[in-house]
């Protein structure tokens, strides 16, 4: 503790100049250190391309005019000289292999790689900002109005861009600054605001703290009143999280006022549309995951169930079904309330319309893991969830295809779905236009592809080999390639298949992913690269 102390004394005496002498000092070493390391190759790769882009972005801060002059300079060489320590530490236990595990490990490399990122991130934003032209004089020695003006509109630039750099305990302190500074000088707010400082402010409208959000709304409307920044506000996507707070908000105060129980007992002897309406109410407020337990204690749950079996109107049936789904969300004792209740088989019932909506499947997804392989075969669940694959809307088929990741934990439950008829349609929604659908079909297909009687299925599915090499594609958004590769992997050993997928462009897809070290990427292209060797002899 005395230590720690003596350390951040020393910090404040230090200039920016000596820290960034010590920055400079520290990159090598840790480049040095960086390259010696064998194990987690890709990771470390991954590292030091972000190692290589720290001398510049010293170099653009450093260059600075204003450079030593401003505080938040100093701070972001302090937080580089730390990443960089950690970095040099981390490459110590990865050289000597005296690390605790292999995951502990990756996980340590991965957090690593994100404080390179935000260092980089950070050092980047102070220069846009435009926060270091602005190093002021203390009001004191001002020479004039102008002089003293300048120096308050500086104050606030960097009061600003602190929203936008640092940790989120620094973010906490400067909007404590802004929400003071905002009641009593607000003009001069205004006149320094620019549209980073708003998309900053609506980034922490979904931050984890409460206080955090609130103090967030509190400027957001301020701003909002002065009506100097609408347009603004409205394009940084400012709505989409304050309804959200707002109906937050009227969830816990329904709560705390005592409306469940009336809401609640119109859903038992209400006509149909008060029916309907009082299930839509309690759906909107058990998306607010403070109140469900809450809602569970005054008997939500088999109310719920008995609407999904017995409502009137559709529309309360699909409420119930959405309800469950959040009530199921997260919390292990609402999912066992709602299996013990007989909520499963409810669900299973709803599904046997001609539409399956999203709701009811992802409220079984929730619960498939809370109940056994066979209660689960007993009850039909695989003929519905084939049903849902063919004749579901979208997101119900996501939903679906979530649920077979969850319950393909055993060879034999990857055998009966197989069985079931999942794959083809699977191999189908490949084709899907949303990256998160095509992900979770690919994953879904990658783990029943273990069993060899799935795999030959898959093989003989026409559709199977160029869907699979679609999802090759090397853009960040496409987050299926990872068990595309694994899918084609298990493919290769057929020569069939593995013509395919050099004929549809497999290895420049593959040379991409590999220059970008994607796990697999490299072994697979080697492997079709060989075949393609072969086969040119072959005609030779």
């Known amino acids: ?66 450079f030593s002059k401003n505080a938040l ?60 032209g602005e190093a002021t004089l203390p009001l004191s020695v ?25 940790h989120l305990e620094a973010k906490h302190k400067a909007l404590d600054s802004l929400v003071e500074v905002m009641k009593e000088d607000e003009k001069n707010v205004l006149a320094v605001l620019g549209r980073s400082n708003i998309a900053a402010l609506v980034q922490l409208l979904t931050a984890t703290s409460p206080r955090m959000r609130e103090k967030t709304v509190t400027v957001i409307c301020a701003l909002a009143e002065s009506g100097s920044c609408e347009n603004w506000l409205v394009s940084e996507g400012v709505l989409p999280p304050l309804i ?30 008060s029916q309907a309406a009082a299930a839509c109410t309690l759906k909107n407020i058990s998306a607010v995951p403070e109140v469900r337990q809450t809602l569970a204690e005054e008997g939500i749950v088999k109310v719920m169930i008995k609407l999904l079996d017995c409502g009137i109107l559709l529309g309360s049936k699909e409420y119930a079904a959405e309800c469950l789904q959040n009530l199921t969300a997260s919390n292990e004792n609402l999912r066992r309330s709602v299996v013990s209740e007989g909520g499963i088989r409810s669900l299973l019932a709803y599904l046997d319309g001609p539409l399956p909506q999203e709701s009811a499947v992802g409220a079984l997804r929730n619960l498939v893991g809370s109940v056994s392989m066979e209660v689960l075969i007993s009850l039909n ?35 009966l779905v197989g069985e079931a008829g999942c794959i083809p349609p699977l191999v189908k929604l490949l084709e899907a ?37 679609q999802l090759l594609d090397s853009s960040p958004q496409n987050t299926a390639k990872k068990y595309a590769i694994t899918c084609l992997a298990s493919l290769s050993s057929s ?17 991409k992913l590999t220059e970008m070290d994607i796990p697999g990427a490299k072994k697979l292209l080697e492997r079709l690269e060989r075949g393609k060797l072969r086969s040119l002899f072959s005609r030779k």
């Open 1 to 66: 503790m005395v230590e720690d102390e003596g350390n951040r004394a020393l910090a404040d005496i230090q200039s920016a100049e000596e820290w960034l002498l010590h920055a400079q000092g520290l990159v090598p070493v840790a480049f040095l250190k960086a390259r010696e390391v064998k194990g987690f190759p890709g990771r470390w790769k991954m590292i030091i391309s972000k190692l290589e882009q720290i001398p510049s972005q010293l170099s653009d801060l450093s260059s600075h005019p204003c």
């Open 142 to 166: 001002a020479g004039s109005l102008a002089d003293a003006e300048a120096t308050t509109h500086g104050n606030l630039r960097e009061l600003l861009a602190r929203l936008q750099i640092g």
């Open 73 to 132: 300079c100093k701070e972001q060489l302090q937080a580089v000289s730390k990443t960089l320590k950690a970095a040099i530490e981390l490459a110590d236990l990865c050289i000597k292999e005296k690390y605790e595990g292999k995951l502990r490990m990756q996980s340590d490399l991965d957090a690593l790689s994100g404080k390179l990122d935000l260092n980089l991130r950070d050092c980047g934003l102070l220069i846009k900002t435009g926060v270091l």
């Open 433 to 469: 236009k949303s990256n998160s659908v095509r992900e979770v079909a690919a994953q879904a297909v990658s783990s029943l592809m273990t069993l060899s009687q799935n795999c030959r299925e898959i093989k003989r599915d026409d559709k199977s080999v160029p869907n699979l090499v």
């Open 495 to 511: 020569k069939k298949c593995k013509k395919l997928m050099i004929s549809y462009g497999a290895i420049g897809y593959l040379k």
């Open 381 to 415: 669940f695989l003929p519905r969830l084939v049903h849902v694959l063919k004749a579901g809307s979208l997101g119900a088929q996501q939903a679906a295809a979530s649920a077979i990741c969850k319950v393909c934990t055993s060879t034999e439950m990857k055998k």
């Open 244 to 273: 959200r707070l707002v109906e937050s908000e009227t969830a816990r105060a329904i709560v705390g006022h005592g409306g469940v129980r009336p809401l609640i007992e119109i859903c038992q002897t209400g006509d149909s549309v």
